[in-house]
């Protein structure tokens, strides 16, 4: 898409002079009336300062609003591009650009530069030159920027349906923005001062701008997609208010616009491929016109072009995938291109016929239901999207071809499918719409069935997220929806054909499971491949002893061949000087340099090891490392192997720690890490009943009540322990749980800290803890020392169960509260006092003080019991502080043994790393050659103690957050 069909005015526009000088124009709707005219033109001139004409007249975007940045790899090195020769014409234009360039402030003279870029000239269609840079190095050195463009679906669907459209464009608005001063150098021997276009990330930087200067607009009034600009209104009246407030933000930002680019108050016009009018979406003509007049494909080039070229249209063609199946198979390698086939012919006559009268496709209606049909057919799936108000208006077309594996799928299975594959290309749609999906067959009984399995229960699980409702197709309304479902419907019937056989002119009697059998004679000259393959099925030769073959003449070669000459020099190595002392007596005119030169020499007169040139040594360190021989071996052993096989280099042993490090292979099966890569951080409670960890313990033997799971929370402060035995755990039953073991008895605490099971991140169970004010923090993915207070706790009653169990496992239920008690009377090593003193103030009453009676047993006194209870409460505080200073004292000396050893592995964001691949993420055919490390994948954002979100380098983000246990530095 040329940035003329991203957005133009289709309707007639006249000129309208804004500057002194009769050639400083912008332009106007044509439709316009005589006082819409005054209207528009009255703000335009009262604006015009926002016009810019020359480069000059463009003050720029302040460099405290945006600049652009270059995020080059450490490991890059710079590139200097040799210099390519130009014609005069294209040279003077380059000379001539330049000048301007300079005269603008853009660029400025580099004495000293590291990276160095071609200049590239293109002739634009009104015949002049434009100047571009071969930024192709550097982009190359630069990681993609994650920042999201917006969807030009939803922009256009914004942008349409309004009667009032002006359509604005900066004028070089990518070099409106400052380059940051400390990447200057790194455009060439003359720098960039401004964002250049090229640039990997120029657009990203772009669209952040916009996002920032028209963030109240956008949406509103206002759509944006890099540098295309429409402001949208229902009236005029509207239309100036919403122009004034657009020209307030651009003179805030300092930007120009282009006065030749601009029009102003149109009813329709072109925008990022699509015609825009009050009535709806409308397909380009101009794409539609190309395809039209294209001849039948004759190559697979053309074929390849016209595919292009419906792709950008898909939007409007029912079907598409279907009916255009003759012609994308001629690209498959598995046929062989034939042009002229009827059935591709017809196909196009059909695409050219619906091309010529495509649909207006409506916007949706943000308060209406939209309506879905689907359609199947053996090799695609299509849908369409629709919605009702007097008539059936489309919104959207889809459809793709079917994966051989899915061909197989049962028709249910294909339905699902299509309303899977539509529900993920019209996400937008899918989550601000109810939707109703209109078929005959029967899906949602299928979807809604508990014993679904396999696939079908994953795509039950994603659709689920969505307001979907099924009803009966019913009456159709629509013609456009007619073509579509006669289109892909499904036959059931097949005609009988006639079996044809060719033999050698043998038969047998065999033939009752055929209602005809039709025996022709073939003479044997015409039927050798038979004869020959009849020859062989019944000649005894053992396998591996046919000599037959068949052969075939050629007229000519099978490949074709190209006689060329290539002139190359030898590259100069670390070897040069020296060959050339031993063989010519050359050396350095510097006296130290021809001294040095003369000592290295002198170890290289024996043929001992061959040395090689960094192209040949990279050769033989592939070939030894990774060849047919090769073992993936360590870095000294690489380097042992390749000096035992007789080579040598200067800087051998560095470059086979360096390949071997940047080697993928041994970096996803390398060994896994056990060593702790961050420092041991404790965990405090300010006060008691303050910090709850919470787990899940099990599955345990059925025990009364059908229970086999054990769901324990623990006090940080006090290590005062609940527990209780669930059948089935759910959110609900944690919610129950902590309600009325926790917040009812202790009140509510200040945090909550769990992993990351399906109960605990439950949506429900977040809002209610939310509606408390209870901050619920979750551990790293796979990391429970994070939440090593709770995991401690399910040892201690996991070890204490299986001793008082012995063979009665199935009473685990039974014995937990002896066990609880048990637990609550024990001291703790850490705090130096029992839960149950350090919750209640005095110490409980254990069964051995009634068998043996204690001392305070035997010297009860119930009138002075009260009055000590009370001293012992009043006291506490005291007891829990001292016993709060005891287990800070206990976590320091624990953390000082962990530290002493540790070697970190410290990552910030931006760094590529590998995850530990994990049981649960493991390819279960891969089995025990599965690889121990996955990835790589981009440090997104460095959370505190060592916890990292990551993202896949297309930047879709990671769920949860990783400790940096389970990852590993990635090298390339």
């Not at 527990?723 to 909550?752: D, S």
């Not at 399910?794 to 299986?802: A, D, G, P, R, W």
């Not at 009473?811 to 209640?840: G, I, K, M």
């Not at 981009?938 to 940096?964: C, D, F, V, Y």
Request: with cysteine.
């Amino acid at each position: 898409m040329n940035e003329d069909e991203r957005k133009e005015s289709t309707e007639e526009k006249i000129a309208f002079q804004i500057g002194s000088e009769t050639s400083q124009v912008t332009y106007l709707g044509a439709g316009l009336a005589k006082s819409e005219k005054e209207a528009l033109g009255k703000i335009i001139h009262k604006n015009k300062d926002l016009f810019a004409w020359v480069p000059s007249d463009m003050p720029g975007i302040g460099p405290k609003v945006m600049c652009h940045k270059l995020s080059v790899c450490r490991e890059a090195k710079p590139v200097a591009q040799r210099k390519r020769k130009m014609g005069t014409e294209r040279k003077m234009a380059i000379e001539n650009e330049v000048v301007k360039l300079l005269e603008a402030k853009f660029i400025r003279e580099v004495q000293y530069t590291t990276w160095l870029a071609n200049v590239v000239m293109v002739k634009k269609a009104n015949g002049k030159w434009r100047m571009c840079t071969d930024y192709t190095n550097l982009n190359k050195a630069c990681p993609k920027d994650a920042y999201p463009l917006p969807s030009i679906d939803r922009l256009v669907d914004r942008a349409s349906g309004h009667s009032m459209l002006t359509f604005l464009d900066a004028y070089s608005g990518y070099n409106q923005i400052q380059m940051h001063p400390r990447f200057h150098h790194r455009s060439a021997n003359y720098c960039y001062q401004v964002m250049s276009f090229g640039l990997k990330n120029a657009g990203v930087t772009y669209q952040r701008l916009m996002n920032k200067m028209f963030k109240e607009q956008i949406g509103r009034n206002m759509e944006v997609y890099v540098d295309d600009m429409v402001v949208k209104s229902a009236e005029l009246y509207n239309h100036i208010t919403d122009l004034v407030e657009i020209f307030q933000q651009l003179r805030r930002y300092d930007m120009r616009l282009n006065p030749e680019k601009c029009t102003f108050g149109v009813a329709g016009g072109k925008f990022l491929g699509f015609m825009l009018s009050v009535r709806g979406i409308e397909a380009n003509p101009d794409k539609c016109q190309a395809v039209i007049d294209m001849r039948s494909p004759q190559s697979v080039k053309e074929v390849q072009r016209l595919a292009g070229r419906l792709t950008t249209l898909s939007r409007f063609l029912p079907c598409l995938t279907e009916t255009a199946k003759p012609i994308l198979s001629l690209l498959k390698k598995v046929h062989k291109f034939t042009p002229g086939r009827k059935e591709c012919e017809a196909a196009f006559q059909v695409l050219k016929q619906r091309l010529g009268t495509p649909p207006i496709l409506s916007k949706p209606d943000p308060q209406s239901d939209l309506i879905i049909y689907l359609c199947i057919s053996q090799e695609a799936i299509s849908a369409m999207l629709i919605q009702e108000h007097e008539t059936q208006k489309p919104i959207y077309f889809i459809s793709r071809m079917l994966q051989e594996s899915e061909t197989r799928y049962q028709l249910l299975e294909k339905i699902a499918l299509c309303l899977v594959h539509t529900a993920q290309r019209l996400r937008q749609y899918f989550q601000g719409h109810r939707i109703v999906v209109r078929t005959d067959c029967p899906i949602a009984k299928v979807l809604r069935k508990p014993e679904l399995a396999g696939r079908m229960m994953a795509w039950s699980i994603e659709l689920s997220e969505f307001d979907i409702s099924f009803e009966p197709r019913g009456p159709i309304k629509s013609q456009y929806l007619v073509d579509f479902i006669n289109e892909l419907q499904p036959t059931g019937h097949f005609e009988n054909a006639p079996w044809t056989i060719h033999v050698d002119g043998s038969s047998n009697n065999q033939g009752q499971y055929f209602d005809e059998v039709l025996v022709k004679h073939t003479p044997r000259g015409n039927n050798e491949r038979a004869d020959q393959l009849a020859w062989l099925a019944t000649s005894n030769h053992k396998p591996g002893q046919l000599r037959t073959t068949l052969h075939l003449e050629l007229s000519a070669p099978s490949v074709d061949t190209v006689d060329c000459l290539a002139v190359s020099e030898p590259p100069v190595t670390w070897m040069t000087d020296i060959v050339r002392f031993i063989t010519e007596g050359a050396h350095p005119s510097c006296p130290s340099a021809a001294k040095k030169l003369r000592t290295q020499a002198a170890r290289f007169s024996s043929p001992l090891l061959k040395c090689l040139d960094p192209e040949q040594a990279n050769y033989v360190l592939r070939e030894v490392h990774e060849g047919i021989c090769g073992s993936h071996s360590g870095g000294r052993t690489l380097a042992a192997k390749v000096l035992r096989a007789g080579y040598y280099w200067p800087t051998l042993k560095s470059d086979c720690m360096d390949y071997v490090k940047k080697c993928i292979q041994c970096q996803k099966h390398g060994n896994l890490i056990h060593a702790s890569a961050e420092q041991l951080h404790s965990i405090s409670s300010p006060w008691p009943f303050a910090l709850w960890g919470m787990d899940i313990l099990g599955p345990f033997p059925l025990a009364k009540g059908q229970c086999k799971f054990l769901l324990v929370a623990v006090d940080y402060f006090t290590k005062w322990i609940e527990a209780e035995p669930l059948a089935t755990i759910t959110a609900n039953n944690v919610q129950k749980f902590l309600w009325k073991n926790i917040v009812t008895r202790f009140g509510i605490p200040y945090a909550l800290t769990t992993d990351n099971g399906l109960q605990f991140v439950d949506h429900k169970f977040n809002k209610f803890l939310e509606e408390l004010g209870i901050k619920h923090r979750f551990t790293s993915v796979e990391h429970p020392q994070a939440n090593g207070q709770a995991e401690a706790t399910n040892k201690v009653i996991l070890s204490e169960l299986k001793k008082r169990l012995g063979d009665a496992k199935g009473l685990w239920a039974e014995e937990l509260p002896e066990v609880l008690w048990a637990y609550r009377c024990t001291p703790q090593s850490t705090t130096q006092e029992t839960p149950f003193r350090l919750t209640y103030g005095t110490e409980a009453m254990i069964p051995v003080e009634v068998g043996e009676p204690s001392f305070r047993r035997t010297h009860f006194d119930e009138a002075s019991n009260d009055t000590s209870l009370w001293a012992e409460v009043d006291m506490v505080d005291e007891v829990r502080d001292r016993a709060h200073l005891v287990a800070e004292a206990c976590k320091q000396r624990m953390t000082r043994r962990y530290n002493c050893n540790l070697t970190q592995r410290n990552f910030k964001e931006g760094d590529l790393v590998w995850r530990v691949q994990g049981s649960a993420r493991c390819n279960p055919r891969e089995g025990k050659v599965a690889a121990n490390w996955d990835g790589p994948f981009r440090i997104r954002h460095s959370l505190q103690n060592g916890a990292h979100k990551l993202e896949e380098l297309s930047g879709k983000t990671i769920p949860r957050t990783w400790n940096s246990t389970h990852l590993k530095m990635y090298f390339s």
